[in-house]
């Protein structure tokens, strides 16, 4: 795409504009304050790491030649038993806007989290000159010695490793198939949120500032129609809120951590603002389900509540007091020590783990979830009997404000990933492959079916009322190899565009497969259509679905009319007194057919094609060619419709 004069403009504005206001203010100040904490100035470990997931989208999934198009599903997390998708899924990205969203928020966020760790174990430069909590930062960090303690390590290694490495957890415990940098860019946000509240805050504007800007470069001009959309299901329906969730509690626990080594206190106050802040602009509150057919439910009142409780829990995690907690029941005479009552706690917590195990095992219901779902409930509710008995070396004793705070969220984090778990164990069934008429593109096989039963089965006794129906409908797309089944393109959205492309490919290839959709609106009736699918490496297409015929509700002295879509095309049938007549196909346009003592004929007026049947002199439209937004065509002459055999 060429450069437009516009964007010149805009950015020699830009360049301007940033210029002066560095040369006036910052010019020597901004420099320092970067170089103090970051080598030469440079988060380096943000760009490596930016630079590696924007590799991967340009070249494993091939975004270089096809920049709007890449190959996605060979690295979505389908299954535990698919471990390429596990490896990937967190580094993958669904498209441009997906990709550059989260590169914005990474550089962002990143160079704030990366300044607040620093590449120096407190600046080299200033050794003489250094307060009390930096000399302390000096020596958590590793001092003079070790690894921690080099510069180009801190830098090139740790930063990106740490971010590498929470992308890959938040894909392994994503609540379902996951895809995107978002899980690492949340944990991002949260380490960032800890160390620096105010700077995070900012962080929130400065992200929608560079959004804009980089939409309005590569857009200067937009231009949009009045127009109907397709019915797709609310923007908010396909955020992965888990994986958004646990990555922030990761990088919040890090912090909390990293303070904590480094004897360091930021404000309460500006921990609990801040994550209020940053929480509710970036849609940490959001929890989301579908709920039915076509319906999704919002629960915004409850993740309002989660984000106050997470932002006081986080603070008291992160700024908490090192005072210990009261004794239980202290104020009480002679009471039991706190290994005996943390025993106590525990044999009571272990009986009722057992007692709800021997109810699901009489009852037989979902073994496998209700045993899970009861362990959960058992880890949580053991937490508070554990520190007494732990080794103070592990956790010094009497626990302090602050070392609560920090187990509560390691806990929380805990419980979160594991509930993902249970989604993760299920596999491709013998049968997956709804209908007899997939085509095949290396792996993979994609149909179009209506009401199909989901393909992929748990691989542990679940229960049947677990197990749920999961009928669907639309393009489907299936790979025993991958452990995926899926819906690529729904049945109402193919209805709408006509023609829709599915890219299908894996580690150094790609194919395109295209879905096409014709019909006939019956006129006061229904629909009769036919969905026909071209794989891009085979010559000839395969029509994949054909609906119920339809009848037209026109009275034509006593004949009856239906549209019967064919292996071929669409046929009209005609009933005389409820005894066939005979049938012929739809005549092209300008063409006639006589089928009994009805004429038909195609007519078009403009973009309307109708069918109409002459009686008695009179002309009685029956059908109506669909039209779709995309533009569409019935097979050209010549083309071949392969048939069941």
């Known amino acids: 795409m060429p450069v437009t004069p516009t964007q010149v403009v805009f950015a020699l504005a830009l360049a301007l504009t940033v210029g002066i206001a560095w040369y006036v203010d910052g010019r020597g100040r901004w420099r320092a304050a970067a170089a103090d904490r970051l080598l030469y100035g440079v988060p380096w470990g943000t760009l490596l790491t930016v630079a590696l997931v924007v590799a991967f989208y340009l070249a494993v999934q091939g975004g270089a030649r096809h920049w709007d198009d890449p190959v996605t599903f060979a690295f979505v997390s389908w299954s535990y038993l698919y471990p390429t998708g596990l490896a990937t899924a967190g580094f993958a990205h669904g498209g441009p806007d997906h990709l550059l969203s989260n590169m914005v928020a990474t550089l962002v966020f990143g160079a704030i989290a990366e300044h607040a760790w620093g590449h120096y174990p407190r600046s080299e430069r200033t050794v003489g000159t250094r307060s009390v909590a930096e000399r302390t930062e000096h020596l958590a960090d590793g001092g003079r010695r070790g690894p921690l303690s080099r510069p180009w390590i801190r830098a090139l290694v740790v930063v990106p490793g740490i971010m590498l490495a929470v992308a890959l957890l938040t894909a392994v415990f994503s609540l379902g198939p996951g895809l995107g940098f978002s899980g690492a860019v949340f944990a991002i946000v949260g380490f960032a949120l800890v160390l620096r509240p105010l700077s995070a805050v900012v962080g929130v504007v400065v992200t929608s500032t560079v959004s804009f800007l980089a939409e309005a470069f590569a857009r200067p001009v937009v231009r949009e129609t009045v127009e109907v959309g397709p019915p797709l299901p609310p923007g908010w329906a396909g955020i992965g809120f888990h994986a958004h969730l646990l990555g922030f509690l990761l990088g919040a626990l890090l912090a909390a951590a990293l303070l904590s080594r480094r004897r360091r206190h930021p ?144 806990v929380l984090t805990l419980v979160l990933a594991l509930v993902s778990v249970p989604l993760g164990l299920v596999a491709v069934g013998g049968d997956a492959m709804p209908g007899t008429n997939a085509v095949t593109a290396g792996d993979y096989a994609v149909t179009y079916e209506e009401n199909a039963t989901a393909g992929q089965e748990w691989i542990v006794d679940v229960g049947e009322e677990a197990t749920g129906s999961g009928n669907a409908s639309g393009v489907i797309v299936v790979s025993d190899d991958r452990e995926l089944w899926t819906v690529a393109v729904t049945e109402e959205i193919l209805a709408f565009e006509g023609r829709e492309t599915v890219t299908v490919g894996g580690i150094g290839w790609r194919e395109s497969v295209t879905v096409e959709r014709t019909g006939w609106e019956v006129l006061g009736t229904g629909t009769a259509y036919a969905v026909d699918i071209t794989p891009e490496s085979e010559e000839g297409t395969t029509r994949a679905f054909t609906s119920d015929p339809v009848r037209a509700s026109a009275d034509l002295d006593g004949h009856a009319v239906e549209v019967v879509p064919t292996r071929e095309g669409f046929d009209l049938v005609v009933e005389t007194d409820g005894e066939p007549a005979g049938s012929a196909p739809i005549p092209a346009a300008g063409e006639v057919v006589t089928v009994g003592d009805l004429s038909f004929s195609t007519v078009e007026e403009g973009e309307t094609t109708r069918v109409v049947v002459e009686t008695d002199g009179v002309s009685v439209p029956i059908a109506e060619r669909e039209r779709y937004r995309s533009p569409t065509a019935t097979p050209p002459t010549g083309t071949v419709i392969r048939t069941p055999s």
């Open 267 to 410: 404000s309460f106050g500006a921990l609990v603002f801040g994550v209020l802040v940053v929480g509710s602009v970036q849609s940490l509150w959001l929890l989301a389900w579908s709920v039915g057919e076509n319906e999704y439910a919002l629960y915004q009142g409850v993740g309002a509540v989660m984000v106050l409780v997470l932002a006081l829990v986080v603070a008291v995690a992160g700024a908490g007091s090192e005072r210990a907690i009261p004794r239980p029941f202290g104020r009480f005479g002679r009471v039991p020590s706190r290994r005996t009552l943390a025993h106590g706690w525990l044999a009571l917590v272990g009986l009722a783990f057992v007692g709800g195990v021997a109810g699901v095992l009489v009852t037989g219901e979902a073994v496998v979830v209700s045993v899970v779902a009861l362990a959960l409930l058992a880890a949580v509710l053991a937490v508070p009997g554990l520190p007494p008995l732990l080794p103070d070396r592990i956790l010094p004793t009497p626990v302090s404000r602050r070392t609560a705070g920090v187990v509560c969220l390691a």
